[in-house]
């Protein structure tokens, strides 16, 4: 590392995973550059000792991205329900030139955001699928690397809370009866902290998770709870998912690929992850409430004690 302060370059921290790393990184001392598109999605640029702009998916544009840097994290992605620019444009082939990049400039640590259960996700949905041949990718690369394979965020939780909040009802994908430890984006970059700090979280592949564990029918009963209000919870059979997404493949692979996302956790009995961090989705929930944005609701979370 570059003496006692290390340079770590940030792709994906216009998004909720990645702003929340940024954040942390900012308040622990980090040197930071981040990648992005357009410097207005940045929740404080003033995090950021350097902000690069670039397009992960357009490899031209990333000459000198990786200079001087020691440790690359990326959680660049999407899921949409636009066709284009597909999973394998952004999620696969976008993390592959940040790798390239980080490469060419000799940095020591690579750390990519993959998802839960990726391995067998990857055989059911090309979205984990992309993101698994990335992880390989970047444990061939020769960096050392920690790749991280977290349960849902808060953020995906969100969909659930608008909702209710919006519509008044709430369609669970399956029974509702898997468990899962849904995990807020600040524990995560507490947990990123460590794994550039420590070196046992290094050449590792981290599933992780939030404090509390829910079915997801909880989560929906949560929600309704803490907007005061009766719960309205209808079931899309896992079946039914499948259907669906079999019909989209033809005209739009980026919605295939999420409706194989819903199905295989709606068939999962379990997506938990090792509980990290201490912040709680009722919490979250109740700022959402009050009418903060995504971005704000997770700040907020910063100021609750431990
Ligand atoms: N959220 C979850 O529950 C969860 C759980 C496990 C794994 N993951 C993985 O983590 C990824 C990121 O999740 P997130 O919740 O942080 O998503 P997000 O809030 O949508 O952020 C996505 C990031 O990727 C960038 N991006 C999207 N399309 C791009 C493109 N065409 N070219 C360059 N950059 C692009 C975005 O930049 P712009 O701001 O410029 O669009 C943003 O910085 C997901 O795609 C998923 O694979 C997510």
Not at 36 to 55: A, D, Q, S, T, Y
Not at 214 to 226: K, S, Y
Not at 234 to 247: D, R, Y
Not at 278 to 304: M, T, Y
């Amino acid at each position: 590392m570059n003496g006692q302060r290390p340079r770590v370059m940030v792709a994906g921290a216009t998004g909720y995973i990645g702003g929340g790393v940024l954040e942390v990184l900012h308040q622990k001392g980090f040197w930071i550059r981040a990648l992005c598109r357009e410097k207005r999605r940045l929740v404080n640029p003033k995090w950021c000792n350097e902000i690069f702009l670039g397009h992960a998916t357009r490899p031209e544009t990333l000459k000198g991205l990786c200079e001087g840097i020691d440790v690359v994290f990326s959680s660049i992605g999407i899921h949409s329900f636009k066709c284009q620019p597909s999973i394998w444009e952004v999620d696969y082939q976008g993390n592959l030139n940040i790798l390239q990049a980080a490469k060419l400039a000799g940095v020591q640590q690579f750390i990519f955001v993959s998802v839960v259960r990726g391995a067998e996700m990857a055989r059911l949905t090309p979205l984990a699928a992309a993101r698994e041949k990335v992880a390989q990718a970047v444990k061939e690369s020769g960096m050392n690397y920690t790749i991280f394979a977290p349960t849902g965020f808060f953020n995906d939780m969100s969909y659930l809370f608008n909702a209710a909040r919006d519509k008044g009802v709430i369609y669970l994908f399956g029974e509702g009866r898997g468990q899962i430890n849904p995990l807020s984006a600040l524990d995560f970059g507490e947990e990123v902290v460590k794994a550039i700090r420590l070196p046992e979280l290094k050449n590792k592949v981290l599933t992780v998770g939030g404090c509390e564990t829910f079915t997801h029918r909880q989560i929906a009963e949560l929600a309704f709870e803490v907007l005061g209000k009766e719960p309205c919870i209808k079931i899309i059979p896992a079946g039914m998912v499948w259907l669906i997404a079999s019909l989209l493949r033809p005209f739009n692979y980026n919605a295939y690929a999420l409706f194989k996302f819903f199905e295989f956790m709606a068939r999962m009995p379990d997506v938990t992850g090792e509980v990290i961090g201490w912040r709680r989705l009722e919490d979250f929930f109740k700022n959402l409430a009050q009418g903060a944005s995504l971005a704000s609701a997770e700040r907020a979370l910063s100021l609750q004690p431990q």
